[in-house]
């Protein structure tokens, strides 16, 4: 069952490593587009870039679907901050296929950070996981 919490300027959702919640994340940032209205174009390039972060941790990080998918926005002023985490296995960033080509985690990164104005992702500070995160800036 997906969580919700609020605290000042930032939502945090919890849902089952499930490809049906990804929705859910969509729809939150619908949700945050009301408090700071954002132009269509920006808010379809968030929905990319967190359906993208989300589908690599439902598809990557549990071998059986067991697990969850931790996702963090905060919306400050000038910027949309986006945090995608999972306890799974983890991944190595720019991985490729035995062809040498980005594999289908890759390119999802490659479309986050084109998206993105500021983008990491790695291991989560605890070692168990992985964690993204994209900074999106908001004009005035």
Known sequence: ???????????????????????????????????????EETLGDLKLAVTEAASNSVRHA???????????YELDDDRLIVEVADNGQ?????????????DEGGLGIAIIQALADEFEVGNRPDGAGSRLRFVKLLSE
């Open 1 to 39: 069952m997906p969580t919700e919490t609020a605290s000042n300027n930032a939502v945090r959702l919890t849902i089952p490593a499930k490809p049906e919640y990804i929705t859910l994340l969509r729809l939150a940032l619908t949700g945050l587009a009301a408090l700071r209205p954002l132009p």
């Open 62 to 72: 549990y071998d059986n679907g067991d697990g969850v998918v931790e996702v963090v």
């Open 90 to 102: 983890g991944f190595v960033p720019g991985a490729r296929d035995d062809r040498g080509d980005l």
